[in-house]
């Protein structure tokens, strides 16, 4: 059975990812994060003005 892939969130804006680095804001990402939001219309949506996201994708909710 294959693993599939490591997904990491970035420690400064939580955005998921498998890369070393943030595509969206460049930052450092940790494969230590916990749950998970899909936003899909941030312009509307509470949670994501709440957290401070301006832009739809993946985001961690707890990032260490």
Known sequence: MMAGPAY???KQCSFITE???CPRCGG???REWQGF???IDFERS???KRMG???NGKYA???R
């Open 19 to 21: 890369d070393d680095s």
């Open 53 to 55: 996201i301006t832009s």
């Open 61 to 63: 909710l707890k990032v």
């Open 8 to 10: 990491r969130a970035c």
């Open 28 to 30: 450092q990402t940790s």
């Open 37 to 39: 939001i899909a936003v």
């Open 46 to 48: 509470e949670i994501a």
